[in-house]
């Protein structure tokens, strides 16, 4: 299995412009999860969903933020209009209600700079 | 909600020495207790796991313990080598809920 792909790698952007990231989980995973990693807020969980459904949202940070999964092998997160705020490292994550243990399993992250 | 603290932030140990890291969390029905390791510009990866049923786990170096009416979990890492540097986070979570609640992280810093 490739693990849990997250594209692009590295995004650069300027304030004020729309950013997608985007996210393939292992297959059969069925919960996937939005992570945000600062120096200054550590390990911050944006969202998450199971079968596809959004489960939880409180950590979304505003209304510039929103996530979609329209299939079980896809998901997006998508920020419009970015902010220099907004620049951090995003991981998604996923895991299966089959495994024996919680463990999820991340992907290699998206670096975010927003200039 | 359900809470996770972590201490210390920083742990600075010689090679060769143990490390040993804290956390404690708030709900009582948590019943799960990972601990993931992160190298400099990586992602986070599971190193050992604990079950509430169990007192303590190990697998070779590392070992994680559980005092449940405490409601703590330590990791203990003995024989430290440079290749243990990194952050570690401790997590919590209950039942179904398969949302981890993540304590802030421990950069560790093994001294040559």
């Known amino acids: 299995d490739a693990g849990v792909i997250q594209s692009p790698r590295h995004e650069v952007t300027e304030m004020g412009q729309e950013v997608t990231l985007r996210c393939k989980p292992i297959?059969?995973?069925?919960?996937l999860f939005w992570y945000r990693q600062t120096m200054m807020r550590g390990l911050e969980l944006l969202i998450y969903f199971n079968n596809n459904v959004p489960i939880d949202d409180s950590g979304m940070p505003e209304d510039r933020f929103s996530a979609k999964m329209p299939n079980a092998s896809f998901s997006t997160l998508k920020i419009q209009p970015s902010e220099p705020r907004d620049s951090a490292v995003y991981f998604c994550?996923?895991?299966?209600?089959?495994?024996?243990?919680?463990?999820?399993?991340f992907g290699p992250g998206t670096r975010l700079t927003v200039l | 909600g359900e809470n996770v603290e972590q201490h210390p932030s920083t742990l600075s140990v010689q090679e060769g020495d143990s490390a040993v890291i804290k956390c404690t969390y708030s709900d009582s029905a948590s019943n799960y207790f990972p601990w993931y390791k992160q190298e400099l510009g990586k992602r986070p990866q599971l190193i050992i796991d604990i079950r509430s049923n169990v007192g303590e786990k190990k697998d070779q170096r590392i070992a994680v313990t559980l005092n449940k009416t405490a409601k703590h979990f330590s990791l203990h890492i003995t024989e430290t080598q440079p290749e243990d540097s990194a952050v570690y986070f401790c997590?919590?979570?209950?039942?179904?809920?398969?949302?981890?609640?993540w304590g802030a992280g421990t950069k560790l810093i093994i001294k040559p």
């Open positions: 994550a996923s895991t299966s209600w089959t495994s024996a243990r919680n463990t999820q399993y």
């Open positions: 997590a919590a979570s209950k039942g179904s809920n398969y949302q981890l609640i």
């Open positions: 297959s059969g995973h069925d919960y």
